[in-house]
């Protein structure tokens, strides 16, 4: 029998039957459905968790802690191959009070190495990177927040409201090129330490990933870590040793993704204490791989009892078409050419099922992934969560083969069965059956 004559005999079973084959069609389009929309909760749910965390810091920065007592050995840390620069930012135990015309602020002021910055890949919104001793990099909200004393008594007035949760006024003009005072406050005076230092402002760092984040710091040059110890150790009524005033955060920055795997095992094994989104990414993954796996496994049950109506449904086939089965062996035909004929209907069910299953579950994505951002917002009363980017459902391609194999495989097996007992059947009893 040619494959086209085989082909015709599927089809032909099918339109005799088709409301049965198509409520088994049905019961397999919403058990494969059921696994690709479930499992594809665990894929959205880890695209979103990655893009969080990716948004949230550079992705080639590793973070390196000292031990207590020792230093970093920076040349030796240099020494390791695709480190491609080492920022050190050290945070003075003290703010700084900075004042341009008639506005002020006070925020925190971090010591770095500009050179270093650079090659980190540090970006700013405008501006350049500093050149000079008196050149610094205010954060992005660092104009937002300098205010004169009416809109800091409005903005005091208006504690416990709302609207505190930005600031009103603040600078309207570019910062670039303007010239700021800018003294040194202990965290418990109320006035300032008498000296005084101008700086230009030549750079505003970038806007932060995240809304929640006021980034109002002040970046000035590595060199000024002496002359501030030796002010504050002057003024101040006790002063406070330099481990205690000063404290250092180090990253370092490799040359690309792929390599910060190999520089942090190298820092480990340096006796560092170490942390990087390389590894926080491991353990998510790691842990959606789990959860995955165990949204696919009950996605499977769903598959499974579905195969229960394909499996009856080709029994049932074998049944009515015991006579013709019979005939068909009278005339020649081989068990495996039986076989492959239901076979090929069970197939034909599970690739069908399967096919619109894979539909339905886009647009069941894509609604969810419109929807459910709406609804969720209009729950908790937030207006802006819709605009969050948060996937609920994603459908990867992978999820597609490996639902569409689980699914298909199921439909053969179920129709195996019924396929063996129509090679077993009798030719003389399926004869004398009437039709």
């Known amino acids: 029998m040619l494959f086209k004559d085989q082909v015709d005999f599927v089809r032909q079973h099918i339109k005799k039957n088709k409301l049965r084959v198509f409520m088994t069609v049905l019961a397999a389009t919403m058990g494969c459905a059921f696994l690709i929309v479930l499992a594809s909760i665990g ?31 920076i040349p030796k840390i ?8 080492i920022v050190q930012r050290t945070r003075m135990d003290a703010l700084a009070f900075s004042q341009i015309e008639d506005r002020s602020i006070e925020t925190n002021m971090l010591l770095t190495n500009f050179e270093e910055e650079k090659k980190s890949n540090l970006k700013l919104s405008e501006g ?34 709302e609207e505190t949760t930005k600031p009103k006024g603040g600078y309207k003009d570019s910062l670039i090129g303007k ?25 505003v760092t970038e806007k932060p990933a995240k809304d929640w984040i006021v980034d109002t710091n002040v970046l000035l040059d590595e060199s000024w870590k002496d002359k501030l110890k030796e002010m504050y150790v002057a003024n101040a009524e006790e002063a406070t040793i330099e481990s205690d005033l000063f404290y250092t955060q180090t990253k370092i920055y490799t040359s690309s993704l792929e390599h910060v795997k190999s520089v942090t095992e190298e820092l480990k094994k340096m006796g560092y204490s170490v942390y990087s989104v390389s590894e926080q990414l491991e353990q998510l993954d790691v842990f959606f791989m789990a959860f995955k796996i165990g949204l696919i496994f009950v996605g499977t049950i769903a598959v499974l009892i579905s195969s229960i109506g394909i499996f009856n449904t080709m029994t049932m086939a074998v049944t009515e078409r015991t006579r013709e089965i019979g005939v068909m062996k009278a005339i020649g035909a081989s068990p ?14 599970g690739i069908i099922g399967t096919i619109l299953a894979v539909i339905i579950s886009y647009a069941v994505s894509f609604l969810a992934n419109w929807i459910l951002p709406m609804v969720v917002g209009a729950a908790l009363g937030e207006d802006k969560f819709q605009d969050l980017s948060i996937k609920f459902s994603l459908i990867p391609w992978q999820l597609v083969v490996i639902a569409s194999v689980i699914s298909i495989g199921v439909a053969m097996v179920s129709g195996w069965r019924p396929a063996r007992k129509a090679t077993k059947i009798d030719v003389i009893q399926a004869l004398r059956q009437e039709l």
């Open 336 to 349: 495996k050419l039986i076989q492959r004929l239901f076979l090929m209907e069970s197939a034909w069910i």
């Open 128 to 161: 350049k990177m500093p050149t000079k001793e008196n050149e610094i990099v205010v954060g992005y909200q660092f104009a937002q927040n300098l205010l004169n004393d009416a809109e800091r008594k409005e903005m005091e007035q208006s504690q416990g409201t």
């Open 43 to 73: 894929f959205g749910i880890q695209d979103t968790m990655r893009k969080e965390i990716l948004e949230d810091q550079a992705i080639t920065e590793v973070e390196v802690y000292q031990n207590e007592g020792e230093s970093l050995d």
């Open 179 to 203: 010239t700021i005072t800018m003294a040194i406050k202990s965290y418990d005076a109320e006035e300032a330490f008498p000296e005084k230092w101008n700086f230009t402002i030549v750079g």
């Open 78 to 85: 240099k020494g390791i191959e695709h480190v491609h620069a």
